[in-house]
C-alpha cells in the first residue's frame, strides 16, 4: 500500500500570499489529520476531516482552513500569510473512527519571507 | 483541553543503554497512549501504543508502561543502536465530542545514541 503522499514538499512564499497544501490519504482511510509542526511548539493540532466533515479544529486563527473531497484526499489552505507561518505541515490519516494510529506523510515545508 | 509534558527535551546515551523518556497528561479521561519516532526528513511513524485498560505493553526492544492513578507513561528503549537516534513524541487521546477524538501531543524528546 502507497503511503500518505503530501505535495508540495517545499514551499517558498511571501507575507500576504496565500498557500494550498494537498494530501493524499492511504487507501482506505477515511479520517486524515493536519499538525503544524515548529522546533518551539513541537506539533499542534489543526484540523481532522472524517467522510468530508470536520470533525475538530485546533486552535487556529481563520486564515487556516481545509477540505476533504470524496475520495478521501484533503487540501489545506493558508490565507495572507504571516511570518509566523514557517513550518512543516504534517498530514495524518488513519483507518478507523477514534484518530488512533496514525500513518503520517513526510510533510510540506512552507517558508514564509 | 488536554496537556502533555514530556521528559526530558534531550537525552543522549552510549550504544547498549538504556533509554526512558516519561510524559504526563492532565485529563484523566484521556485513553489511548501513542508514542512516535520522528527521523530527519520524514514524518513521525507509530512505534508502539498503550490503551487505558493496560499497564505495560512490550515489542522487541521497546516497552511501554502506563500508570493512571499518577496519569504519567514512559517508553523504555533497551539495548539502544545508532538507528535509535530520533526526535520521539509521546501524545494522549481523548473523546472531544461530536464523534471526534483528538491527539496532543508532547514536545518531543532527541535522542542520540553515542556508538
Known amino acids: 500500500k502507497a503511503g500518505v503522499t503530501q505535495t508540495p514538499r517545499y514551499l517558498i512564499k511571501t507575507r500576504g500570499q496565500q498557500v494550498t497544501l494537498s494530501c493524499s490519504p492511504i487507501?482506505?482511510?477515511?479520517?486524515v489529520s493536519w499538525y503544524q509542526q515548529t522546533p518551539g511548539q513541537g506539533l499542534q493540532f489543526l484540523f481532522e476531516?472524517?467522510?468530508?466533515?470536520?470533525?475538530n479544529k485546533g486552535n487556529f486563527p481563520g486564515r487556516f482552513s481545509g477540505r476533504q473531497f470524496s475520495n478521501s484526499r484533503s487540501e489545506m489552505n493558508v490565507s495572507t500569510l504571516e511570518l509566523g507561518d514557517s513550518a512543516l505541515y504534517l498530514c495524518?490519516?488513519?483507518?478507523?473512527?477514534?484518530?488512533?494510529?496514525?500513518?503520517f506523510g513526510s510533510g510540506t515545508q512552507l517558508s514564509v519571507l | 483541553g488536554e496537556n502533555v509534558e514530556q521528559h526530558p527535551s534531550t537525552l543522549s546515551v552510549q550504544e547498549g543503554d538504556s533509554a526512558v523518556i516519561k510524559c504526563t497528561y492532565s485529563d484523566s479521561a484521556s485513553n489511548y497512549f501513542p508514542w512516535y519516532k520522528q527521523e530527519l526528513g520524514k514524518g513521525p511513524q507509530l512505534i508502539i501504543d498503550i490503551r487505558s485498560n493496560v499497564g505495560e505493553k512490550k515489542d522487541q526492544r521497546i516497552a511501554v508502561t502506563l500508570n493512571k492513578t499518577a496519569k504519567h507513561f514512559s517508553l523504555h528503549i533497551t539495548e539502544t543502536q545508532p538507528e535509535d537516534s530520533a526526535v520521539y513524541f509521546c501524545a494522549a487521546t481523548a473523546y472531544s465530542g461530536a464523534g471526534s477524538y483528538q491527539l496532543t501531543f508532547g514536545k518531543g524528546t532527541k535522542l542520540s545514541v553515542i556508538p
Open positions: 476531516y472524517f467522510s468530508e466533515t470536520q470533525r
Open positions: 487507501s482506505g482511510h477515511r479520517s
Open positions: 495524518a490519516s488513519s483507518p478507523g473512527t477514534m484518530n488512533e494510529k496514525l500513518f
